[in-house]
């Protein structure tokens, strides 16, 4: 069983940035697509950016694309995510994701990630 483990997470202010990051455990890392959710206080678990298994194909919800990369090191066992000119409305809990195995396709489901960590709290002031 993988373990994800985030960090980063913090209060900034709005227009900031930070870097979430995400290690995982086990030695098959490098061949699962990962993604990053979010959930604010009151709304549904949400998708923000997912990241196939190379590193090669990289996709966003439309509410971060420009603002937010994700990539990672699979040397390191961790995926990234840098957060550019945060708004109040990216206030959440993010979390980090490991897509199942066997799925097809780059998903933004959260059915198809199966692995999940703790989360790591962001809060954007205004």
């Known amino acids: 069983q993988v373990q994800l483990v985030e960090s980063g997470g913090g209060l900034v202010q709005a227009g900031g940035s930070l870097r979430l990051s995400c290690a995982a455990s086990?030695?098959?890392?490098?061949?699962?697509?990962m993604g990053w959710f979010r959930q604010a206080p009151g709304k549904e678990r949400e998708f923000v950016a997912g990241?196939?298994?190379?590193?090669?194909?990289?996709y966003y919800a439309d509410s971060v694309k420009g603002r937010f990369t994700i990539s990672r090191d699979n040397a390191k066992n961790t995926v990234y995510l840098q957060m550019n000119s945060l708004k109040p409305e990216d206030t959440a809990v993010y979390y980090c994701?490991?897509?199942?195995?066997?799925?097809?396709?780059?998903?933004?489901?959260?059915?198809?990630?199966?692995?999940w960590g703790q989360g790591t709290q962001v809060t954007v002031s205004s």
């Open positions: 086990g030695r098959t890392f490098s061949t699962y697509d």
């Open positions: 990241i196939s298994w190379s590193g090669g194909y990289a």
């Open positions: 994701a490991r897509r199942s195995a066997g799925g097809l396709g780059y998903s933004r489901l959260i059915s198809d990630f199966g692995s």
